[in-house]
């Protein structure tokens, strides 16, 4: 596609839902990452993919939060069992391959109430 | 200590002035290096990427880096109202693993 696409846009749910974030890299993009966002507060680091193998995962905060590319385009961000403190703005950023500089959709706001 | 920090400000400067924003980060092998412009309510998008010692420039802006006192920063010149913005400093880390890491960022206005 002409840019990273993120679905939803935004994502209201209730507390102790599931929650499935999607996001469409630009195409021909090895390299997938996702990040949080809070307001005033520059990305943190949640998980990248190479192609469809998760590079480094370390950034999740817990259990509850996975992420999958197993095609290696697509990549869907899953948080279980939701908590309030979820809340946030979750960003998905593509590039031609690691340690190029970064294309961002424009987001997924999540609201757990 | 934080790994890519940055002054929150805001940096407020006239039009047409030199604003200059700084960046510190604290894994010294660190080889790739970034500045990225986000708009209120927007994605971050991409300004400078410099991964030698010295000065790049590019139109207004020019990126410095100093690896030796792990220091980055950002001028831009003839700054306009439309370049208020938050800026954010990204560093790759070391060790084969390139996860860019995010500063905070500086929050910039300029004023007419």
């Known amino acids: 596609g002409a840019g990273v696409s993120q679905s939803p846009r935004y994502k209201v749910t209730k507390r102790g839902q599931d929650v499935a974030l999607r996001c469409d890299p630009i195409s021909g993009h090895v390299s997938l990452y996702w990040y949080r966002q809070a307001l005033g507060q520059g990305p943190e680091f949640l998980t990248y993919?190479?192609?469809?193998?998760?590079?480094?995962k370390s950034g999740l905060p817990n259990d509850r939060f996975s992420a999958e590319r197993p095609e290696g385009s697509i990549s869907t961000l899953t948080i279980q069992r939701t908590e309030q403190r979820d809340s946030a703005m979750y960003r998905c950023?593509?590039?031609?391959?690691?340690?190029?500089?970064?294309?961002f959709g424009s987001g997924t706001q999540l609201s757990v109430l | 200590q934080k790994e890519v920090e940055q002054n929150s400000g805001p940096l407020s400067v006239p039009e047409g002035a030199i604003a200059s924003l700084n960046c510190t980060y604290s894994d010294r092998g660190s080889q790739s290096f970034f500045w990225y412009r986000q708009y209120s309510g927007k994605s971050p998008e991409l300004i400078m990427s410099?991964?030698?010692?010295g000065d790049k420039e590019d139109g207004r802006f020019t990126a410095q880096l100093n690896k030796a006192s792990q220091y980055v920063s950002l001028l831009i010149r003839d700054s306009q109202p439309s370049d208020s913005a938050t800026y954010l400093c990204a560093v790759n880390r070391a060790g084969g693993s390139y996860i860019p890491t995010f500063g905070r960022g500086t929050s910039l206005i300029v004023h007419p």
């Open positions: 993919f190479n192609y469809e193998a998760q590079q480094d």
């Open positions: 410099i991964y030698s010692n």
């Open positions: 950023a593509s590039s031609f391959f690691q340690n190029e500089k970064l294309f």
